[in-house]
């Protein structure tokens, strides 16, 4: 059942959108391509910096069926699992799986605040709709719910949750899911401005946002904190900080997607009812990103 290497980068890819805001595929194809040169080790598809919510489930499968034949087994590829129906979204694993998707990534349910006897329920019901592994995915801040570790105990008696993307900003969450269930689960970092904190705990991979426009700067960051050369890693961590830092906050999808334009590769086009940043917002992107060009390291 468990194919995927549960380590290593997994970009939390972007959905492009043409200027009447239909599906960009062209584009979306060229980034792909981009993603996997700079050596990423798995992709995830639909997450929040894909503008999950504002898809429609053709949509949804559209874009799936459209990476699944564009990766072509190269790295495994997750979908991300966001509804608030739990018909739907045993509808769209049941899809996903036999269009040939590798895995995919979990949230609770969406809109609905459940109480953790509904979202504990949820997650195993979804769960047993697939026979592919599965990450949790925990992000109380944007989302209300939260996955503890005394929750994850529990759901770790289902072989199907292989790994955790933690989004909760408390670090202190890593020790104790391993002080709970050991190795476990592969524990994955969900917040971009926490990396070398949670690597330093123990994580295993990176759930990446600013990745979409600097892969090779975070796949190098991977790899020197993975091969516990800190001082180094700190030195390029230090330097992708600002950068990171947009991953937080309400509007860290439009201030992630006008660094991919900025860099050349992508579009700042957002689906409502996200707006564009005001004039403000994208001086401060636009100054935060020239900074950070101006002193790209050599890698």
């Known amino acids: 059942m468990n194919t995927v290497r549960w380590q290593g980068v997994f970009p939390a890819l972007t959905t492009k959108f043409k200027a009447d805001f239909s599906l960009?595929?062209?584009a979306?194809?060229?980034?792909?391509?981009?993603q996997l040169e700079a050596g990423v080790h798995g992709l995830i598809i639909l997450g929040s910096l894909g503008e999950n919510s504002t898809l429609d489930m053709d949509e949804k499968l559209q874009l799936t069926e459209f990476f699944v034949k564009q990766v072509n087994g190269r790295v495994p590829l997750l979908a991300c699992v966001a509804e608030s129906d739990t018909r739907q979204a045993c509808h769209f694993v049941r899809r996903s799986q036999q269009m040939g998707v590798d895995g995919f990534m979990l949230l609770p349910p969406m809109r609905y605040p459940s109480d953790q006897q509904e979202t504990l329920a949820y997650l195993e019901h979804v769960?047993?709709?697939?026979?592919?592994p599965i990450m949790l995915y925990n992000n109380p801040v944007a989302y209300g719910t939260d996955l503890s570790p005394a929750d994850f105990e529990t759901l770790a008696l289902n072989p199907k949750f292989i790994a955790i993307k933690e989004s909760s900003a408390d670090t202190r969450r890593i020790p104790e899911i391993r002080r709970r269930t050991g190795n476990r689960y592969a524990i994955f970092c969900g917040v971009?401005?926490?990396a070398f904190e949670c690597f330093s705990l123990g994580a295993t991979g990176w759930v990446a946002g600013?990745?979409?426009a600097f892969p090779r700067e975070t796949v190098r960051l991977y790899e020197l904190m993975n091969a516990?050369?800190?001082a180094?890693?700190?030195?390029?961590y230090e330097w992708f900080l600002p950068l990171?830092?947009?991953?937080?906050?309400?509007k860290f999808v439009q201030q992630i997607k006008l660094v991919e334009e900025m860099t050349g590769v992508g579009s700042a086009r957002v689906r409502s009812p996200r707006l564009s940043l005001t004039e403000a917002e994208v001086r401060f992107v636009r100054q935060t990103v020239d900074y950070a060009l101006a002193r790209r390291p050599m890698l």
């Open 244 to 250: 990171l830092h947009l991953d937080i906050g309400p």
């Open 28 to 34: 979306m194809a060229e980034h792909l391509e981009f």
């Open 24 to 26: 960009d595929l062209a």
């Open 192 to 194: 971009d401005d926490l």
């Open 228 to 230: 516990q050369r800190w």
């Open 232 to 236: 180094e890693a700190r030195l390029l």
């Open 127 to 132: 769960a047993a709709a697939t026979d592919l």
């Open 210 to 212: 600013l990745v979409v």
